[in-house]
């Protein structure tokens, strides 16, 4: 038994695509003979060679526009973003053009654009950020979030079958921290699916990404006096799963929303509306979100670590919660 | 067995607590029917209570200085047959219905208007706990309406924060054996609702301290004011104008009068003048005898006059009714009267209501003048300086005159600068052209 690490699983994932259907292609910055920044496309120019695996100039609406025209002839290709933080640059090409060309002209675009997101990795203000909300404002999109290895290797499977642009968020700290044994056959992960990571009776914290590991932690201290939290995976944000949103919420009766992102326009908000409106008379407490603040994410490393929502804020607003 | 219950009585509308500042019989004590039997202290007036009935003064059942709401018994008078404090003790803040008050209680009596304001005083007072009193969460009610359970049976028994109901509160209480069934009855209340924390009384002693900073509780009276003063600059647009007085004819004329006034035992001060000016002004400019009701100016047909008394533990402003109508000595009278009773705490909720125009006094201790704050709803008050002579130019010549600054602070919703102007060079004319 060998554990795979997050980033080898979508290495993994994209590899086994790439043998399956001859369609898939990866391009972006230093994919090819570097093996991309984090390696998740290493050893793929030898083994697909130089047509399936591109290495482009620094242009992220240039690879993306690529891509696009690459999908509306009959490809799949997987355009990388160094950076997630750079994806603004691709964004007229990935909202007005990628996302609306099935809406407008009924043709697919079966792209993905996958790069590394999130901070704690003392990346600074254009290395770590979470620029999700962009994209799930925008219908015909779906974004994803994998926060565990098998999740990253089956949902970037989905990925690159879905008939749709589909963004795909890893999250850098994730990529060498976290990893586990995984099945050996061709499975994959649902877009648009949550997973209970952890039933609990008291509290639900619903949450994505690197943050479902602080909801963890926190739950463990929290068992300790008594207080019960279940937290739920989303997955993926565009759809969102809200009938396990709301199932969580009816059982537990109290929610804490949790995300790395900022506050102001953060998912906790739509989720906050989504419950009030469709679950208010099972709310037993104020919804609570739990996010970074609105800055951009600081450098230094103790004013990060004051930015990224910790354990003890988790702790902290579950006992208030718990009590009230 | 003749008993008797004393309440705590409506001192005005409006006016729904009271604070006992001082008995004035003991326990065991005889007293006679109208006899003063305590003193309290409300938002609007310091007076004594006199009892409503002959007796024994059985029980007392609110300490000095404490607050009680209205109709609230305080004390119990008998015939001297029963032994105090057992029977007493058993429905000590219970409210009672004013009827219960024998004979007239001249002071303690709602009035009629009082009545209507407020129909229920021991429901307002001592209100049952409703639905919306009570804290919980929409899981909360939805699980009370699906077991038809009426919260208020939970009231006071929440572990939430603030004593809110939680879900484990209300699954709990449904668990209970025979709880699940329809509403279980109201539970009577606990009597820790009726008297508050107690106030310091009234009087003050001289500063002790026991440390760098005293914390002290406001009075009814001082937190009334204080409310009132912040109230009145958040609602009126304040504006003060300031006028010279020539107060020689006035003077003389008072000089001359003063013998005459004496024979009839009225004191005659400058004040009545003041009065008589401002009242025959307010019926030329009915808009300073006004007030501001929403978009509406509403003109008053009576001019009431305020006088703002000082006293020691705080201010008060009985009311000179119709004012225009008295002439310089009734107006005396009713001011010696007002002010006497103000200091023996014997005014009534009628002696400080209706005012629809407010004269004060900041130069009695010298200051040359103040920018008084206005007595809302009324829309102008006029405040006097100090009388002081001193050197004015007349036709060019340098002569000594008894000056008096006065102020009127106006609101300027309603009054222009240019109407304030008129009004007080019309008290100022009169003042100067007094007749002797």
Known sequence: ?324 | MAETKVIMPQMGESIFEGTITKWLKKKGERVERDEPLFEISTDKIDTEIPAPAAGVLQDILVKEGQTVQINTVVAVIGDGSTKPAAEGAKEPTQPEPPKEVKGPAPVAGPTAEAEKTSPEPAARSRPSPSEEEIRSSPLVRRIAKEHNIDLSALAGKGTGIDGRITKTDILSYIEQPGKAAPAAPRKPEEPARGPKAPPVPPTPAPMKFTGDVERVPLTAMRKAIAEHMVMSRKTSAHVTTFFEVDCSRILKAKEKQQAEFERSSARLTVTPFFVQAAANALKRFPVVNSSLEGDTIVYKRPINIGIAVNLEWGLIVPVIKNADEKNLFGLAKALNELGDRARNKKLTPDDVKDGTFTITNPGQYGGLIGTPIINQPQVAIMGMGGIKKRAVVIDDAIAIRPIIVLSLSFDHRVIDGATADQFMADVQKQLENWTV
């Not at chain 1, 290495?55 to 025209?69: K, R, Y």
């Not at chain 1, 654009?113 to 990346?123: A, F, K, M, T």
């Not at chain 1, 050996?184 to 997973?195: L, R």
């Open chain 1, 1 to 324: 038994m060998s554990l795979t690490t997050y980033v080898e699983a979508i290495r993994q994932g994209i590899w086994e695509e790439m043998e399956k259907d001859d369609r898939v292609f990866v391009l972006g910055e230093d994919v090819g003979i570097y093996g991309g920044a984090f390696k998740v496309t290493a050893g793929m120019l030898e083994r697909f060679g130089e047509w399936r695996v591109i290495d482009t100039p620094i242009s992220e609406s240039g690879i993306v526009g690529a891509a696009i025209g690459a999908a509306l002839m009959g490809m799949r290709p997987v355009a990388e973003m160094q950076f997630a933080d750079f994806i603004s640059c691709a964004f007229d090409q990935i909202t007005n053009f990628a996302a609306k060309c099935r809406y407008r002209w009924g043709a697919g675009v079966p792209i993905v654009v996958r790069g590394p997101s999130g901070g704690g990795v003392h990346g600074g203000p254009f290395h770590s950020q979470n620029p999700e909300m962009y994209f799930v404002h925008t219908p015909g999109l779906k974004v994803v979030c994998p926060s565990t290895a098998y999740d990253a290797k089956g949902l970037i499977k989905s990925a690159i079958r879905d008939p749709d642009p589909v963004i795909y968020f890893e999250h850098k700290f994730l990529y060498r921290r976290v990893k586990e044994d995984l099945p050996s056959d061709d499975f994959v992960v649902p877009i648009g699916k949550a997973a209970i990571r952890r039933n609990g009776s008291d509290i639900s914290v619903i949450t994505y990404g690197a943050m479902v590991y602080i909801a963890l932690d926190a739950a463990k201290e929290l068992e300790k006096e008594g207080i019960d939290l279940e937290v739920l995976d989303l997955r993926s944000l565009l759809p969102f799963d809200k009938e396990a949103v709301l199932e969580s919420v009816k059982k537990t009766n109290k929610v804490i929303l949790l995300h790395e992102d900022t506050q102001i326009g953060g998912f906790a908000g739509e989720l906050a509306a989504i419950i009030s409106e469709e679950a208010f008379e099972y709310l037993d407490g104020p919804i609570r979100r739990i996010t970074a603040p609105n800055t951009p994410v600081p450098y230094s490393p103790p004013l990060e670590e004051f930015f990224l929502p910790k354990i003890s804020d988790v702790v902290r607003v579950a006992r208030e919660l718990y009590a009230y």
